[in-house]
């Protein structure tokens, strides 16, 4: 098996969890913040924060999420629901000697982040959500919703339900797909206004005929791709597609907290050209409702999805000025 990627004074660790084992990085000493990626990525996406945090003060720990790289990849699709995700997360904190710990997640990470503090406020003490705003659980079912988005088009996240679909598209170049979607949703590469949307996918198409063909976005080397690329062409994308297959379960598992609000301290991160903040403009407006905790709320001019990649320093800057006002755990 190849080596995993290194990150000076960072150490890679498995430790055991529902899903069998899961796979971090970690770095620092201090209060305990687990950060945890989204699709399509890993604990790499994180590269930038966890020496920063460790210098600020904190013992930072990035997963891979179950189902991607280092981490175990059960079979059975049922098995990615958010509440075996929530476990999965508290089981890591346990394995890493701490009763609590600040939880901080990006993208599929940010819903896992707010979901965990949200089912286990026991353990997740504070959320920072980045890109993708808390809405409380509840509403019409998502597969309803999604199949009503894009008229003559599909919404991306319909086209990944069928088993086998997507990965027919992007396993047989999983670089380039790749390559061409963290550009489609980053600031300077992504298409211009006017262009078709590349988060639907035309009637018989692929998401891939509206990627951008140009350069990699500037955060993204050729080196970082390569990373990326080779976790997945050694796991194939199953794994990582099945959360999205399982978000009608994930409403109906988390019925009963319909609606709750997310009390914890909170921060909110996003970029002003990122579709997750635009769409869900809405969810941003409902904080002081949906997140009574929230400490500090930011969405940065020019940048796109992939926040803490395309402006790493400016990031590092919200988190630790947003940890180091948390009260230290006992």
């Given at each position: 098996m190849?080596?995993?990627?290194?990150?000076?004074g960072?150490?890679?660790?498995?430790v055991?969890?529902p899903?069998?084992?899961?796979?971090l990085?970690?770095?620092?000493?201090?209060?305990?913040v687990l950060?945890?990626h989204g699709?399509?990525?890993s604990?790499?996406?994180?590269r930038?924060?966890l020496?920063?945090?460790a210098a600020?003060?904190?013992?930072?720990?990035a997963?891979d999420?179950?189902g991607?790289?280092?981490s175990?990849r059960p079979?059975?699709?049922?098995?990615?629901?958010?509440?075996d995700?929530v476990?999965?997360?508290?089981a890591?904190?346990?394995?890493?000697g701490?009763?609590?710990?600040v939880i901080?997640?990006?993208?599929?990470?940010?819903?896992?982040?707010a979901?965990?503090?949200l089912?286990?406020p026991?353990?997740?003490?504070?959320?920072?959500l980045?890109?993708v705003?808390y809405?409380?659980?509840?509403g019409?079912r998502p597969?309803?919703?999604f199949?009503e988005?894009?008229?003559?088009d599909?919404?991306?996240v319909?086209?990944?339900?069928?088993?086998?679909?997507a990965?027919?598209e992007?396993e047989?170049d999983v670089?380039?797909?790749?390559g061409?979607?963290?550009?489609?949703?980053?600031?300077g590469t992504?298409?211009?206004p006017g262009?078709?949307?590349?988060?639907?996918?035309s009637?018989?198409g692929?998401l891939?005929?509206?990627?951008?063909s140009?350069?990699?976005p500037?955060?993204?080397?050729e080196?970082?791709l390569?990373?990326?690329a080779g976790e997945?062409?050694?796991?194939?994308?199953t794994?990582?597609?099945?959360?999205?297959?399982?978000?009608?379960?994930?409403?109906?598992d988390l019925a009963?907290?319909?609606?709750?609000?997310?009390t914890?301290p909170?921060?909110?991160?996003?970029?002003?050209?990122d579709?997750s903040t635009?769409w869900?403009?809405e969810a941003?407006?409902?904080?002081p409702t949906?997140?009574p905790?929230?400490?500090s709320?930011?969405?940065?001019?020019?940048c796109g999805?992939?926040?803490?990649?395309?402006?790493?320093?400016?990031?590092n800057e919200?988190?630790?000025?947003?940890?180091?006002s948390?009260p230290?755990?006992a």
């Open positions: 190849p080596q995993p990627a290194r990150v000076t960072a150490e890679h660790r498995l055991p969890s899903a069998g084992r899961t796979h990085v970690e770095q620092g000493a201090g209060p305990l950060l945890v699709f399509p990525e604990w790499y996406s994180w930038h924060q020496g920063a945090l600020a003060g904190f013992r930072a720990a997963v999420v179950r991607y790289g280092r175990s079979a059975d699709a049922a098995s990615y629901g958010m509440l995700l476990e999965d997360n508290v890591v904190v346990r394995a890493l701490e009763s609590t710990a901080v997640g990006h993208d599929w990470g940010s819903t896992i982040a979901h965990s503090a089912v286990r026991d353990v997740f003490r504070a959320a920072g980045l890109s705003p809405a409380p659980p509840g019409p597969s309803e919703i199949a988005m894009g008229g003559d599909e919404f991306y319909s086209y990944f339900q069928e088993p086998g679909r990965e027919a992007i047989p670089r380039g797909w790749l061409g979607f963290y550009a489609a949703l980053s600031s992504m298409p211009g262009a078709p949307d590349p988060h639907f996918v009637r018989g692929t891939r005929e509206r990627f951008p140009g350069p990699l500037a955060w993204l080397s080196d970082d390569d990373v990326y997945f062409e050694r796991t194939g994308l794994g990582a597609l099945n959360r999205y297959r399982n978000m009608d379960r994930d409403w109906e009963r907290f319909r609606g709750s609000p997310l914890q909170s921060l909110f991160a996003g970029g002003a050209l579709a635009t869900m403009s941003i407006q409902a904080f949906t997140m905790g929230l400490v709320s930011h969405v940065l001019d020019g999805h992939w926040i803490q990649q395309e402006r790493r320093d400016d990031v919200l988190l630790t000025s947003w940890l180091t948390l230290r755990p």
